[in-house]
């Protein structure tokens, strides 16, 4: 079947659009008709091959939101009219450990929503900015949100969940401070996910015009990282630190924030490494810097529901899919609140 898209045939050419096929369903896949996809730094990140290995033509997205419009004979959990998303994994090898735990994230052989190999043409897979998509059941997620924010959930399958599992993971709930670095589409749903969850939760920006802003999402105190009394304000206090800067940066200036044995684990993934921490700060108080990407198909799952019980959703911006190229622009210098949101609709113009 045949289906517009959008996407890019080089790195150094702009998003435009095109026709891609996808396969009929088969016993055990959902096919659905996108609604909205939301726009992750990834996306540029591979589309212009900042990250090795792009496969062209390249379309990207994995924040997929929908309706189930066809199902596979052997499929139990999802039918026609069903509100679903899919995330960032379209597949793995369904039998290691990792996927055994539901940790299908870490597994080896785990196929992205774009730019993995598969059998279907063109030999890759194909993301959601696009009108159409074909998933396995297994990687398909119910949304129980009222279909009215359906928009603002596109965002919780990347930005949502690779916030919410570390959180889970590090335990933090009541009677912890959190910080929470960076406010931008990871960050600013660190700081809903982390307020709900009943921690005290310290915002760290750059910029001074983001402190009313933090507040507003949750933030129970924001400190500007430029101002060196600010920060030392906070030496020493902080339970865990969920850092989400995408862009190289010193990690010190956090790690001496962190309590003994806190955690600060990082979830953004620049284009070229952070500078190297000093390794005394670590050895001192027994603290650590620790990584995360995304989550499990179960615990993607458990982050929808908590935020559909909680009216948990993204603060997004919707755009046209013409307006790509300016989004991703405008993306680069930090000029949206807080996730662009592509309405699939548009595709169809």
């Known amino acids: 079947m045949t289906i517009k ?11 435009e659009p095109m026709g891609i096929t996808r396969r009929i369903p088969g016993e055990h896949d959902v096919q659905i008709a996108i609604a ?18 792009t496969l062209y033509p390249c379309v990207p997205g994995h924040e997929i939101v929908g309706r189930v419009t066809a199902v596979g004979a052997h499929v139990d959990n999802h039918q026609v009219g069903d509100l679903v998303g899919v995330g ?3 597949d793995s090898c369904q039998h290691c450990d990792d996927c055994d735990d539901g940790l299908e994230n870490y597994c080896d052989h785990m196929v992205g929503t774009y730019n993995s190999p598969t059998p279907d043409a063109p030999g890759h897979t194909l993301g959601g900015y696009s009108q159409q998509i074909v998933v396995h059941e297994r990687y398909v997620l119910r949304i129980r949100h009222p279909e009215a924010q359906l928009a603002a959930v596109a965002p919780l399958l990347c930005a949502g969940i690779t916030t919410y599992s570390p959180l889970r993971h590090w335990k933090v709930g009541p009677g912890q401070k959190v910080g929470v670095v960076g406010i931008g589409g990871l960050g600013h749903m660190g700081i809903k996910l982390a307020h709900a969850m009943g921690a005290h939760v310290v915002a760290f920006t750059t910029s001074e015009s983001k402190r009313e802003d933090a507040r507003a999402l949750g933030a129970d105190e924001v400190v500007v990282s430029r101002n060196a009394g600010e920060m030392a304000a906070h030496a020493k206090s902080l339970d865990f630190i969920l850092n989400t800067v995408a862009a190289p940066h010193d990690l010190d200036a956090f790690v001496v924030l962190l309590k003994r044995d806190g955690a600060m684990t990082l979830v953004g993934a620049p284009a070229s490494p952070h500078p190297s921490p000093q390794v005394m700060n670590l050895i001192g108080k027994r603290r ?27 603060d997004i911006e919707l755009i046209r899919i013409d307006q790509i190229n300016d989004a991703y622009e405008r993306m680069l210098k930090g000029d949206v609140k807080y996730r662009f949101v592509i309405d699939a609709a548009t595709l169809a113009g």
């Open 88 to 90: 960032c994994i379209v």
């Open 288 to 314: 650590s810097i620790a990584g995360s990407m995304i989550g499990g198909i179960p615990e993607t799952q458990e982050m929808l529901d908590f935020c559909a019980a909680h009216g948990i959703a993204a």
């Open 5 to 15: 898209a959008y996407g890019a045939h080089a790195s150094t050419r702009p998003l």
């Open 36 to 53: 909205y996809c939301g726009v992750c730094h990834s996306d540029i990140h591979q589309v212009r091959s900042e990250w090795a290995g």
